[in-house]
């Protein structure tokens, strides 16, 4: 089982600032990683998929990058509605279907 | 507008069965895998499973931890998916959630990518 780790499991930034959220998979999974955002009492909402590409209606401010085991996603100018939890997501090596822990986004 | 609305969530107790069902409108069911992910009260996501479409055959996958005891199937005809959970146990306990999954083929082998559409979820609570 491929495992994922995200870094830091909280990150304090001030509104307007750029955000940088680290994923780490345990071994290789090429560009297979989706980065999701969850609100509170919500479902999960896809951001970025093969690493890199926005989904549909996602904003320019979001942005992936990192391939094989290190990845980043980078959020610009934080709006308010930013500040919530994101998942790393690996389908490359399955089953099972991996995500990370989370990172909790906080106003600073 | 592409929607998937979950239903079926209940309290019930140690060792019952439950049925969840996921339907899916405003896109063509058979052509996409569906998956379960489920996300226990205060923790993170949780990947319980998935079936193929039926392209795929409609043959499924599932986690460790369900294995044995969950059964994802789907009725096209209805646009429904469905997660059968028998043997439940109290870390069952979960927001359970669907989701339409995309995909691409390699010489006929399907691989999964990312869900793009998910419903609001529904709640199973396994207690005595």
């Known amino acids: 089982e491929i495992v994922m780790t995200q870094s830091p499991a909280t990150l304090s930034v001030s509104p307007g600032e750029r955000a940088t959220l680290s994923c780490r998979a345990s071994?290789?999974?090429?560009?297979?990683l989706a980065w999701y955002q969850q609100k509170p009492g919500q479902a999960p909402r896809l951001l970025i998929y093969g690493a890199s590409a926005r989904a549909t209606g996602v904003p320019a401010r979001f942005s992936g990058s990192g391939s094989g085991t290190e990845f980043t996603l980078t959020i610009s100018s934080l709006q308010s509605e930013d500040f919530v939890v994101y998942y790393c997501q690996q389908y490359d090596n399955w089953p099972p279907i991996t995500f990370g822990q989370g990172t909790r986004l906080e106003i600073k | 507008e592409v929607q998937l609305v979950e239903s079926g969530g209940a309290l019930v107790q140690p060792g019952r069965s439950l049925r969840l069902s996921c339907t899916a409108s405003g896109f063509s069911f058979g052509d996409y895998a569906m998956s379960w992910v489920r996300q226990a009260p205060g923790k993170g996501l949780e990947w319980v499973g998935f079936?193929?479409?039926?392209?795929?055959?409609?043959?499924?996958e599932y986690a460790a931890s369900v294995k044995g005891r969950f059964t994802i199937s789907t009725d096209d005809s209805k646009s429904i998916a469905y997660l059968q959970m028998n043997s439940l146990k109290t870390e069952d306990t979960a927001v359970y959630y669907c989701?339409?999954?995309?995909?691409?083929?390699?010489?006929?082998?399907?691989?999964?990518?990312?869900?793009?559409?998910w419903g609001q979820g529904t709640t199973v609570i396994v207690s005595s």
């Open positions: 079936i193929r479409g039926q392209a795929y055959g409609e043959t499924t």
């Open positions: 071994q290789s999974v090429r560009s297979n």
């Open positions: 989701s339409r999954d995309n995909y691409y083929d390699s010489s006929g082998n399907y691989f999964p990518s990312a869900s793009d559409v």
